[in-house]
C-alpha cells in the first residue's frame, strides 16, 4: 500500500517572511482536517533559505519538510552546496533531485543526478527524483526512451533498501508551469511504464512499494482524477502550491481521489 506523497515545490520563490505566512496558514489548515495527514503525506519543499522559518512555522504540524536540490557530500569545497546532514539538522526529511529545471538551466545530468540521488539516501533523505520528456521527444515518439534512460541511469548503484526510499516524479516538460496538464491516461501510461522499469531493476515487491508521483500543472480542480489513476501516488506541484487555498486544496482532493 502507497502513501500518496503530495508536495509542493516553491521553486524560488517565497523569502522568509512569506515562507513563515504560507507554512502557517497550511499547518493550520491540514491540522483542522488530521484525515488529510493520516492519509497523504503532505511536503513543503521551500527554497534553502527559507527551510528553517518554515520548519518552525510548521512546528508538530504533519506537514513534512523537504529541499529543493541536495550535494552528494556531507562537507567540503562545494561553493554553493547544501549538504544532506545540512539538510536533516534544519528538519528535512525529503529532498528533490533532477528537476528539469536543474537539468535545462544548469546542465545537471543524469551523472551527477545519481551522485545527488546516492548521497541524499546516504545521508538520511529520502529523495525525489524527476523524469520527463520535452514536447520534442514526445512528438517524436522518443518518452519511453527517454524515461528509460533517466530513470536507469538516474537510480544506478542503489540496493533494493535504497531503491524503498526513493519516489519517482513524472514530469513532462510541455506540462511543467504551462497550465496543460498531461491527461490522467497518459500520466498513467508514463508511471506504469516507470514502475515497469523500477520491476527491471529492482524486483516486482520493489516496484510495488516505489511511489510514482505526476507532476505538472496539478491543480485544485485536476488532482481527483489524476489521484484515480492506478499508478500515480500523489503530485509534485508547482505554481498552484504558492497559494495556501490551492495547495490545501490539491490535498484534500487528493484524500477524495483516492
Ligand atoms: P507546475 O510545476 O505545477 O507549476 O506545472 C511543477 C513542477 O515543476 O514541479
Not at 548521497?119 to 521527444?137: D, F, N, R
Not at 480542480?221 to 505554481?239: C, K, R, S, Y
Amino acid at each position: 500500500m502507497r502513501i500518496p506523497l503530495i508536495a509542493g515545490n516553491w521553486k524560488m520563490n517565497n523569502g522568509v517572511k512569506e515562507a513563515q505566512e504560507l507554512a502557517s496558514a497550511l499547518s493550520s489548515m491540514v491540522g483542522a482536517r488530521p484525515e488529510i495527514g493520516q492519509r497523504v503525506e503532505v511536503l513543503l519543499c521551500p527554497p534553502f533559505t527559507s527551510i528553517s522559518a518554515v520548519a518552525t512555522a510548521l512546528g508538530d504540524s504533519s506537514i513534512k519538510l523537504g529541499a529543493q536540490n541536495v550535494h552528494w557530500e556531507e562537507s567540503g569545497a562545494f561553493t554553493g552546496e547544501i549538504s544532506p546532514a545540512m539538510l536533516r539538522e534544519l528538519g528535512c526529511e525529503y529532498a528533490i533531485v533532477g528537476h528539469s529545471e536543474r537539468r535545462q538551466y544548469f546542465e545537471e545530468s543524469d551523472a551527477t543526478i545519481n551522485r545527488r540521488l546516492r548521497g541524499a539516501i546516504k545521508g538520511g533523505l529520502k529523495p525525489i527524483i524527476c523524469v520527463g520528456e520535452t514536447k520534442e521527444q514526445r512528438d517524436q515518439g522518443r518518452t519511453e526512451e527517454i524515461l528509460r534512460e533517466q530513470v536507469s541511469d538516474g537510480l544506478v548503484g542503489l540496493t533494493e533498501m535504497d531503491a524503498l526510499k526513493v519516489t519517482v516524479a513524472y514530469e513532462p516538460l510541455w506540462a511543467i508551469g504551462t497550465g496543460q496538464a498531461a491527461t490522467p491516461a497518459d500520466a498513467n501510461t508514463a508511471a506504469a511504464f516507470i514502475r515497469h522499469l523500477l520491476v527491471e531493476t529492482f524486483s516486482e515487491d520493489t516496484a510495488e512499494q516505489i511511489r510514482v508521483q505526476y507532476g505538472g500543472s496539478v491543480k485544485p480542480g485536476n488532482i481527483a482524477t489524476f489521484m484515480g489513476q492506478p499508478d500515480i501516488d500523489g503530485a509534485l506541484v508547482g505554481g498552484a502550491s504558492l497559494q495556501a487555498d490551492s495547495f490545501y486544496r490539491i490535498a484534500e482532493g487528493a484524500v477524495g481521489g483516492q
